[in-house]
């Protein structure tokens, strides 16, 4: 019986045996029948009765710098036309061109590029001149014989690829202000005016006085005790001269009346103010007030409040003992504070050293123990122990041991 192409017989032992010739062609994962023809892209392939597949081998497409292109396409390259030939192969002419700027150029063409003339050259190369086109300012391009303006002045492209512009000033500068060309402006009393040649014209009034101190106004009148003044052109002030009596905390005194302020004398005068001695009236020591002439004894010494305010002691040595928390020391004498030490000095004054001092005894239920102490805590189970102040104790379940161990 067939088996596909092939011829079975079953045999007496009642197997089958089977010739193994192929049926089948398999190309490119695709079945094909003994004597079949298909295509492979622009080649023709036929299944064979040996289950080989027989191709024509003819090229399909050619490559180009990249570019892939069917048999006979044509194509550019340049300047140049190209053919996709039958064997696969590329075919172009050989005309001399230049690519420059992304346009063609034949051999000895010449074209403009900006201002300048450009040569196609046989190697393919392009040569140009090199003169300057533009003018570059301030960032802005501008092509020759462009005018423009840069602030108030007129500014020209020159054909040497230079700017030239004029030079006049457009704004002055006044006291921190800025003005334009011909503004005017006031300055205090007077009018001022920006020139063209930037500078500021002003004209040169006085517009102030200055009195006692104090700044007024050309025109302005003010009080000066009882008299009136009158702030004048010139910067000179002019007072009246009437006599006026004195105002001195919210008292009035006549004129040459003498009065006491304090321990001060003091006298009005003919311009209606007052002027006071300035006597100290008491002496200020070691932030006591003493009035003058006051007489006292700092230990053992003698001083005086003097009529210059200045006080007086006597300078003789004191000796005193010195007494710190309970206990007495002679003028010299060392002595310790916890861990600090201190010194008596000669009138009975003590300095310490001021080193912090840790604790050396801590409380406990209203008992005192030493630094380094053991003492059993209030369960009468853990220790305690006395460190730097604290008292630091065990922590142990009292009540689960004594069930544990009875």
């Known amino acids: 019986f067939k088996q596909g192409c092939n011829t079975c017989t079953c045999k007496a032992d009642r197997t089958v045996d089977c010739t193994t010739n192929p049926c089948t062609c398999t190309y490119k994962y695709n079945v094909y029948d003994f004597g079949a023809e298909f295509k492979d892209d622009c080649n023709t392939c036929k299944c064979k009765n040996n289950g080989q597949v027989d191709c024509t081998n003819k090229p399909c497409r050619c490559t180009h710098k990249g570019q892939t292109y069917g048999i006979g396409t044509k194509f550019s390259d340049g300047c140049n036309q190209c053919e996709c030939l039958a064997t696969g192969y590329v075919r172009c002419s050989t005309n001399g061109c230049c690519k420059y700027n992304n346009q063609i150029y034949i051999v000895g063409q010449k074209f403009k590029q900006g201002c300048n003339t450009c040569t196609c050259k046989a190697d393919g190369t392009v040569d140009c001149t090199t003169n300057p086109c533009t003018c570059t300012y301030k960032y802005n391009v501008y092509n020759f014989g462009a005018e423009f303006k840069d602030d108030c002045n007129t500014c020209k492209c020159k054909n040497n690829g230079q700017v030239d512009c004029t030079n006049r000033p457009c704004r002055c500068t006044y006291k921190g202000q800025t003005y334009g060309i011909g503004n005017r402006f ?61 105002t001195y905390k919210n008292k009035v005194y006549n004129l040459g009346n003498q009065f006491k302020d304090g321990c001060f004398n003091c006298t009005c005068q003919y311009n209606g103010e007052v002027s006071c001695t300035e006597v100290p009236c008491s002496c200020n020591y070691n932030g006591k ?118």
């Open 186 to 246: 006031s300055d205090d009393c007077n009018q001022c005016e920006c020139l063209a040649t930037g500078y500021v014209r002003c004209s040169t009034y006085l517009c102030q006085c200055k009195y006692n101190n104090q700044i007024y106004k050309v025109g302005e009148t003010f009080k000066q005790g009882c008299n009136t003044c009158t702030c004048k052109t010139d910067g000179t002030v002019d007072c009246t001269t009437n006599p006026c009596p004195c």
């Open 289 to 406: 007030i003493y009035e003058i002439g006051s007489v006292w004894y700092n230990d053992c010494n003698k001083c005086q409040c003097n009529s210059d305010g200045k006080v007086d002691c006597e300078q003789k040595p004191c000796s005193k003992s010195c007494i710190h928390k309970g206990k007495t020391y002679s003028v010299g004498e060392t002595f310790k504070d916890a861990c600090n030490t201190c010194r008596c000095g000669q009138f009975g004054q003590i300095s310490c050293t001021k080193m912090y001092c840790p604790p050396t005894t801590c409380q406990y239920y209203g008992k005192s123990y030493k630094d380094g102490e053991m003492f059993m805590s209030q369960d009468k189970c853990n220790v305690c122990r006395c460190s730097i102040g604290k008292v630091k104790c065990t922590k142990y379940d009292c009540y689960r041991l004594k069930q544990q161990y009875g």
